[in-house]
Structures are given as structure tokens and as C-alpha cells.
């Protein structure tokens, strides 16, 4: 490949007069925009011939990694392949090509799926009813704190403003409680790195509103203490609120509604295969036990007889003007439908056996601070020999020289080296020992030539960058770049 053409900018590939249109002639005659719709000057807008525009961007989206591409064992995030059925669903122009405001009884079809997937969800947590509207994970956390808040207001229990949050939790759990203005209590963990029944007991009072628990927690350990913490929970007068993001191993082994949990939301993406990263496009359903339905925020689909149509009753809650992200919510009622009651249990264990695989094959190698029984995802503490100073950056760098997305890195900050991994239910034997492989040889690297660790990658379009430097002054802007490179000689 020739990088003058295909390793620059598109600004750099840029020539005074050359275009990548054709217009036709003008018929319609000059009109002038008003002044306070004109720019000031010029857009600065790079000036390229169609093929050039064309092989650019071609050749860098091929540097793109996703679960197309190959291995992608990002713990926590769930990055399972998406199945082009679910995309051709999403594609039909039934469904593509309605609008937001349509008429109910113009779009029936779209509204009994949508039905049929907030009762499909209802039925695989153990809740009882189920809202779409949310368009993220987080989105999904607020919303369902909001609920409990609601819930709390509505009994006029106005004094419980703390939420429990156990220290290994998501990141997004502490966020989302204080931006819903909740206080966050943290609750420790045990050595074990499950949540501190003893802890939990000496917060617990009539000021908490709820517990946020994620299971299989961050470990990727399942917190065999729910029923206790449950109990504890609902005797103070508290919810219990479910973090669905590691849903996907439970599937087939338990439902969070049968574990005591009131309120939980879901990642669609990391249980039921829809596209991630990128920001988008998301959806985090929340659904809520028997007592919380009013709290649901409206819109909301509701069966009338045969005909579906919409609950726009206020209920104190609004997380959106529409009902989600539609496209998303279809893609994950077709992989759904597509396994079936028969094949959706199959889930969870085949995830959980692939996991444990990885763990114990590599434990020899890497340092594994929890033994035992891992579900989706494990951590390791770098690696055991750590003589060689070869970090957790470093290993996950030398990753991409062979063809790896790197795992999960530096979380749970539980561990100083913590490398999170997740190798979900549709990966094969071949490639967990290919990757296995790999790992051991970087370990192998790591201590006969750790220089090679250290200096990764090699193979990549960019090498070793200062991630600290890319962080503090981030360069966003062409012509800046180009400021600074003179001021640097």
C-alpha cells in the first residue's frame, strides 16, 4: 500500500481545484440566505477527487476491529457476534420505514413486536413488566433509579436518599445514583471478592432507597449471598436493583426477579447481540417487579384485546419522547426468536465453559488473585513472573501484533494489573486455543525478550503512542496539528 496516499489525513491528500462532484446546471435560479444564516468565512473543507475519497476511507476502515474481524475478548463489555439475520429484521422497510408519530393502527405489526419483547423479557428475568424506552445501559441505571426514587416519593418516604454500591461495581452505578441525586454508600468486599455481608449490615437504615448489585459481579464471580442480601435489604424498607450488564451467563441458570431483585435494566447489546461501541446505537430496557408497574415511565405499548396501542398516561417519570431505540430493540427480539426457548438456557453455560477454559489454561502463566469457578469473565494480575517488568499494557499491546483485540485493562481496579477476560458463547475451541497460544508465547516473550513486550506494537498502522499525552492534549483539529508540528521544528 502506498502510505503517501492511503497513511495521511484526507486533508493531506488535498489539491487546490480538485472536486469529487458534478453538479447538473442550475434551474432553479439565485436566492440569497439571510445574513445570520451565511458563514463568515469559507469551510475549510479538503479539496479531493471521487476515487482518492474513496480508496482513503475504504483503506482506514479496514483498520477497524470488531467481532467480524476476530477475537474480541473485552471483559465486562460483552462483545458477542451480531448475526446478519438480526440486521436483515431491522432492514425490512415495514419496519425502516415508520415514523415515530404514525398512527397506532398504522403500525400494528411494529407494535406487537415491540409488545412481544417487553413480555419476552419479562419472562427470561423473572419481572413483571418491562419498558424500552431507555437508550443505553446508563440511560437504563438512571431510569431504573428513578423508579425506585418514585417509588420511595410515592409512599412519602422522602428521607432515604443513599444507594448501596459495592465496590467492585460498574463505574456507571455511582454516576448514575448521584446524577439521579442519590447519596452512594460503598459497601466493601471480601477477599474472596464477593460483596461483605457484615459491611452491608452496618448500612443499612431507613435512609437507604436501594442496593445496585451487578451478577456475576465485576470478578465475574457469582454473589452466592443474594438471598441473605435480599432479606437484609427489603427488611429495612430498601429495593433491590439489578445491574444486567453481565445478564448473558445467567442465562439458562436463574432469573434476577427469583433472586429478590425489583429493579434491573439490560444491556442489549451484551446479552442479545445487538451492535456495540461507538456510542451507539444502544438500549438498556428496565424492567420492575409486581408493585412498581405505575412507575414505568410512558410511553409504554399495551395490548387492548387484539389491537396494541399506546399508554401515554403520565406516570412521574419521561426518559424519552418515543419508545427507544426501535431498530436495536428488533435485532434483539430476533436472535430471541431465532434461539428459542429450547436454545436461549444454552447461553449462559456454554459462556461460562468457555471462560473457565481460558482461566485454567492459562493460570500457569498469568496470576490469578481468585481462584475457583469463574462465569463469563475472570481477571487476571498480570503476569506471575513479574521480574521481567513487562506490564498489563504491554501484554494487551503485543496482543495486536497478532491479531487480538486486547482484553479489558486496569479494571477492576480491585487488582494493580487487572486484565479482564471475556470470551462469550460463540467463540469455538480452535480459536480459545489459538488465543491461548498466543498468550503464552507473549509470556514466553516476556521472559527471554521482553523488549519486544515492552515496544508493542510493531504490526499495527500506528505504533506505541503516549496514551497519557493523547489524554492531557488531545490534538482535535487539522489545522492545529499542523501549529504544532512547525512549532516543533
Not at 35 to 59: F, G, I, M, S
Not at 144 to 167: C, F, S, W
Not at 247 to 270: S, W
Request: glycine share 8%; net charge negative; charged share 20%.
Amino acid at each position: 500500500m502506498n502510505n503517501k496516499l492511503y497513511g495521511n489525513l484526507i486533508f493531506e491528500l488535498s489539491h487546490e481545484g480538485r472536486k469529487g462532484y458534478s453538479l447538473p446546471e442550475n434551474t432553479f435560479g439565485n436566492y440569497e440566505l439571510p445574513l445570520c444564516a451565511r458563514r463568515k468565512t469559507d469551510a475549510e473543507l479538503p479539496q479531493c477527487d471521487e476515487l482518492t475519497v474513496v480508496r482513503h476511507y475504504t483503506n482506514h476502515s479496514e483498520n477497524n476491529f470488531g467481532v467480524n474481524n476476530g477475537f474480541y475478548p473485552l471483559g465486562s463489555c460483552t462483545m458477542k457476534y451480531n448475526p446478519i439475520v438480526n440486521e436483515e429484521t431491522a432492514a425490512m422497510p415495514g419496519f425502516a420505514a415508520l415514523h415515530p408519530l404514525q398512527p397506532a393502527e398504522t403500525c400494528q405489526g411494529a407494535l406487537e413486536a415491540y409488545y412481544n419483547m417487553q413480555k419476552a423479557l419479562s419472562d427470561i428475568t423473572g419481572l413483571s413488566e418491562f419498558t424500552l424506552n431507555p437508550f443505553a445501559g446508563a440511560h437504563g441505571e438512571l431510569t431504573g433509579l428513578m423508579i425506585i426514587r418514585a417509588y420511595h416519593q410515592h409512599n412519602e418516604d422522602h428521607k432515604r436518599t443513599k444507594v448501596l454500591v459495592p465496590d467492585s461495581a460498574h463505574g456507571t452505578n455511582p454516576a448514575s445514583a448521584a446524577v439521579c441525586g442519590l447519596e452512594v454508600v460503598e459497601v466493601k468486599s471480601t477477599p474472596d471478592g464477593l460483596v461483605d455481608v457484615d459491611d452491608l449490615k452496618t448500612h443499612l437504615d431507613d435512609t437507604i432507597a436501594a442496593m445496585m448489585m451487578t451478577n456475576p459481579n465485576t470478578l465475574g464471580l457469582f454473589e452466592s449471598d443474594i438471598p441473605e442480601i435480599a432479606r437484609l435489604v427489603h427488611e429495612c424498607g430498601a429495593l433491590m436493583y439489578y445491574d444486567g450488564a453481565n445478564l448473558n451467563p445467567m442465562l439458562g441458570a436463574c432469573r434476577p426477579g427469583d433472586m429478590g431483585f425489583d429493579v434491573m435494566h439490560i444491556n442489549l447489546h451484551k446479552t442479545f447481540s445487538t451492535p456495540h461501541g461507538g456510542g451507539g446505537p444502544g438500549s438498556g430496557p428496565v424492567g420492575v417487579g409486581k408493585g412498581l408497574e405505575q412507575f414505568l415511565p410512558r410511553p409504554r405499548v399495551v395490548k387492548d384485546g387484539s389491537e396494541y396501542k399506546m399508554d401515554t398516561e403520565y406516570a412521574g417519570i419521561s426518559v424519552g419522547e418515543f419508545l427507544g431505540n426501535f431498530a436495536t430493540m428488533l435485532r434483539a427480539y430476533t436472535y430471541i426468536l431465532s434461539l428459542g426457548k429450547e436454545n436461549l438456557p444454552m447461553v449462559g453455560p456454554l459462556a461460562t465453559l468457555n471462560a473457565n477454559y481460558i482461566k485454567e489454561s492459562l493460570k500457569d502463566a498469568y496470576e490469578l488473585p481468585i481462584t475457583g469457578v469463574c462465569k463469563h469473565e475472570f481477571v487476571f494480575n498480570g503476569l506471575k513472573d513479574k521480574s521481567t517488568g513487562v506490564t498489563t499494557m504491554d501484554v494487551a499491546k503485543r496482543l495486536l501484533d497478532y491479531g487480538y483485540h486486547a482484553p479489558t485493562i486496569y479494571f477492576p481496579l480491585l487488582f494493580h494489573e487487572a486484565m479482564m477476560i471475556e470470551p462469550t458463547e460463540n467463540e469455538s475451541i480452535d480459536t480459545l486455543d489459538c488465543f491461548i497460544d498466543v498468550m503464552h508465547r507473549i509470556a514466553r516473550e516476556a521472559a527471554e525478550t521482553p523488549d519486544i513486550v515492552k515496544t508493542a506494537p510493531h504490526n499495527t498502522p500506528i505504533g506505541r503512542v503516549d496514551d497519557v499525552l493523547a489524554a492531557k492534549h488531545p490534538i482535535l483539529t487539522y489545522k492545529q496539528m499542523i501549529s504544532d508540528t512547525q512549532d516543533n521544528g
